[in-house]
């Protein structure tokens, strides 16, 4: 349905129509029209509750499946041109579908993918974008503004309440919408309620080798629950935010050295997005040289440091009234771009993937912050060469226990039997209420 068209200036001329209420601009390559089609009723099939018990994945007809590639979102953009006319120096379309697109984080997040700034400014994309019933009128004002922006990259925007219909063809699937945290809510009880099951809308209409980041929270086990579902996808390519933690701990390691960010590198996040979470000093470097050789202060580093990292948001939203919605959909792009750009050399980067055949001996099956390499083909490899001292070791084993908890507590989404929750504790990070 869309087409590459030339980067080259173009006039617009707006026309409405009775019923379907579109327009077209014309260009002098070709034609954009934008189409705002009737809201069908469909809700969304993935969501659980702490009332609910999902069954293990089933299969999904084709037939079903086939019914569900036409683009069914409130907007459509379609570039209709003439096969000679199409630029062949551009990529291949990238689809990026993205949850809770009517939220803080999507509002910054979006622009920067529409922009070239992650994928690359050769690189055209289509915005996938999946709301509920409710998101529905703020989504199309998203489109709105998409539109007006005239991004030249942006070949497509969609969006809808079913993730059957927004997931079709995605290449990227950035989860970002999860129920917030209320006042007197457990920690148990959010894996529940935040456990938005996309995985087998993925599982049956997704590119096979979609790249899927998750950002709700709990994070690392929304994350574990999405693959489960998702058979037919590569558990590799799943991965739960922790980029904004590593990027807070080198912003506090190079505020306490004296030095620029850009100066520290070699830092890691280990284990869960939670207080339990790891950030590693021990292997982190500033101007090339180890962490403790520059900062000498270890009680700082044992102590005010990991605090400092985890109350970050806490402490910004006192200050300015609202969470970390900038700062998280940079984190994003961060994540991202460290996936299809080759790490510079010696360096490495945060994220959590599955932790089956990791190398430091990590339990299995859960989803881990652990640093990563990557060639920039989208895939990546754990760092070996790390090193471990008692206080690390300590501390991994504490954030582990936590997530393998976490793991029996949706042992009902997961299809692996019977649910048995015993966290230890709330170990929210401040700022998620």
């Known amino acids: ?100 697109a009517a939220g803080m984080i999507s509002n910054h997040l979006l622009f920067k993918l529409a922009s070239g700034e992650v994928l690359g ?22 489109a709105m503004e998409l539109e007006d922006s005239l991004f030249p990259l942006l070949r497509e925007v969609s969006i809808g309440i079913d993730p059957y219909e927004v997931f079709q063809d995605a290449d990227w699937a950035l989860l970002i919408g999860a129920k917030p945290r209320g006042p007197g809510m457990e920690r148990a009880a959010l894996l529940d309620i935040n456990g938005q099951i996309f995985g087998k809308a993925l599982n049956a209409v997704a590119s096979r080798d979609v790249k899927v980041l998750v950002v709700g ?13 998702a058979p037919n996808i590569p558990a590799k390519n799943f991965h739960a935010l922790t980029r904004l933690d590593e990027n807070r701990a080198k912003c506090q390691l190079a505020l306490k050295a004296g030095v620029f960010y850009d100066k520290v590198s070699n830092v890691t996040i280990w284990g869960n997005h939670s207080t339990t979470q790891v950030p590693d000093f021990l292997n982190a470097r500033i101007n090339s040289l180890p962490v403790k050789e520059v900062i ?32 998280t959909a940079v984190s994003i792009v961060d994540a991202m771009r460290s996936l299809v750009t080759p790490t510079p050399e010696g360096d490495w980067f945060s994220t959590a993937v599955y932790t089956n055949g990791n190398p430091y001996g990590i339990a299995d099956d859960i989803v881990f912050s652990m640093p990563c390499r990557s060639n920039g083909d989208g895939d990546y490899e754990l760092v070996k060469d790390v090193e471990f001292d008692d206080y690390l070791w300590n501390r991994i084993k504490t954030t582990e226990a936590e997530l393998l ?29």
């Open 217 to 229: 929270n709990p994070c690392n086990t929304n994350a574990l629950i999405c693959m489960k579902n």
């Open 405 to 433: 908890a976490e793991k029996k507590c949706v042992a009902h989404l997961t299809g692996e039997g019977i649910a048995v929750c015993d966290l230890p504790g709330d170990t929210m990070l401040p700022g998620e209420m």
């Open 296 to 327: 000498k202060d270890t009680k700082w580093l044992e102590e005010e440091f990991t605090n400092k990292v985890q109350t970050r948001g806490g402490v910004l939203i006192k200050k300015w009234g609202r969470s970390s919605a900038a700062s």
């Open 1 to 100: 349905m869309a087409a590459v068209a030339e980067l080259t200036q173009y006039t617009n001329t707006a026309r409405r129509f009775s019923s379907e209420v579109s327009y077209a601009s014309t260009r002098i390559s070709g034609r954009r029209r934008l189409h705002l089609r009737p809201i069908r009723n469909s809700g969304i099939r993935c969501s659980v509750t702490s009332n609910e018990v999902q069954a293990a994945p089933e299969a999904v007809k084709a037939e079903e499946v086939k019914k569900k590639a036409e683009c069914y979102g409130v907007f459509c953009l379609t570039y209709d041109l003439k096969a000679e006319e199409e630029t062949k120096s551009w990529k291949k379309l990238v689809n990026i579908a993205v949850s809770g």
């Open 121 to 142: 400014y050769d690189q055209p994309i289509a915005l996938k974008l999946l709301g509920s019933e409710r998101s529905l009128q703020a989504l199309e004002g998203v």
